[in-house]
């Protein structure tokens, strides 16, 4: 397998004196990446847990060509076109009942920055000071500053640690210590908070870590006792990667405002929104220009992700594709059942779609080399598993078969014989 060495490009978390390569990749179909040698991948992370249905989608991949005969991109401020509106319509109706308006913006990062700005315009345009974000701890939401300020302060963003304002933050709420996240939760909303900004059911690059349904519920609970307002932030959870379109739909809430991004489209090109209480956008609404919302993208609601958005959306209309996440779900539980008891494993965890592993290892932290020896392992095996660390996760296209899914589990399972501190 040949690797891209001479090349001007920077590419993104990638430290370049430890991978000073990447392969090439040409083509791309269902749940296989093919590179221009002929080696092929298996992406068992959805290409950074982007691809949904699979790569280049047939229905999806039409709509996109269909729509590069009309329109290509317009400015979204005093023009509209129908692909944005039609989509506006169709989130409307399908995200949790409430959510009433839908900004438009780029990646998963400038989504939650939206939802932050959000809130403190909503606050400060009725006059109040609210301006403290409450955040969980190993949260991730994103590299913009905003978004760098709500997630955990790590290696990811020490560089930048100027920058980032406060955010009162409340613990993880593990098993058997859930009190405490609700004791915190409550203390920093009773001193009068703007928002608390949370991943519903599980924190994606903070280690894959997973808490309960009726713990996203009571989160919510206090934050509406206090008026606080609530982010979700399903950037990577929603379009069924944990079992349900979106997980707040599990605990049975709305949330004031939701974040969504990757899976939009099917992941097949960039595109998310921030959607909203009607209370938030009228907050926004006066005959005083000053308090219009001042959040813009040059690309904002292009045209051709929302056809990629609309016909992504018509898929999930159809009983197959909620079926494929509910057969992938049971094909992921099963599999993962053989490590449970398994000493060269911890905190072996599954859900919906999603299975996460922490290999017992001595030198474990993000930035030690542990990570890029698995992905090279996994490379080595046709595989595209990117592990946090020394926590391995599994999450795949809906597509993938249980074939596939073997030859990823047997996989780990050898890489454990290689790295785990008690190989067996």
Known sequence: MSLVTDSPVWR?????????????????????LTAED???????????????????????????????????????????????EALARR??????????????????????????????GYWRN????????????????????????????SVFNAPYEPLLFDVARVPFPGRGAEQATFDALEAFCRD????????PLILGAGGMLTYGAPVLAEMKRICETHGVLFIADEVMTGFGRTGTLFACEQAGIVPDIA????????????????????????????????????????FTANPIGCAAALANLGIWEKADARARVAQLAAMQAERASRFVDDPRFSAVRHLGTIVAL?????HSGYASTLSLDLMR??????????????????????CVTAGELDGVYEAIGAAANQFASRAV
Not at 358 to 362: G, M, T, Y
Request: neutral net charge; charged residues 20%; hydrophobic residues 40%.
């Open 38 to 84: 002929g080696t092929r991948f298996l992406d068992a992370i959805s290409s950074w847990w982007v691809i949904t249905h699979g790569h280049r989608h047939p229905e999806i991949m039409a709509a996109i060509r269909q729509q590069t005969e009309t329109l290509d991109q317009i400015i979204f401020a005093g023009f509209t076109h129908e692909p944005a």
């Open 358 to 362: 922490d290999l017992d290892v001595a």
């Open 126 to 153: 009725r006059g109040l000071s609210r301006r403290r974000v409450i955040a969980m701890e190993h949260a991730y939401h994103g590299d913009t500053v905003g978004t760098m300020s709500a997630g955990a302060r």
């Open 377 to 398: 392992f996994f490379n080595a095996r046709g595989l595209l598993l990117r592990p946090l660390g020394p926590t391995i996760y599994v999450l795949p296209p809906y």
């Open 12 to 32: 993104p978390f990638t430290q370049h004196a430890l991978q000073p390569g990447a392969y090439k990749i040409a083509h791309a179909e269902g749940a296989w």
């Open 91 to 120: 989130l409307v109706e399908i995200t949790p009942e409430g959510l009433d308006y839908v900004f438009y913006s780029d990646s998963g990062s400038t989504a939650v920055e939206v939802a932050i700005k959000m809130a403190l």
């Open 192 to 199: 009068g908070a703007a928002a608390f900004i949370v991943e």
């Open 259 to 298: 974040c969504y991004s990757k899976g939009l489209t099917g992941g097949s090109v960039p595109l998310a929104v921030t959607m909203c209480r009607r209370e938030i956008y009228d907050a926004h609404y006066a005959p005083e220009r000053a308090r219009a919302f001042f959040h813009s993208s040059s």
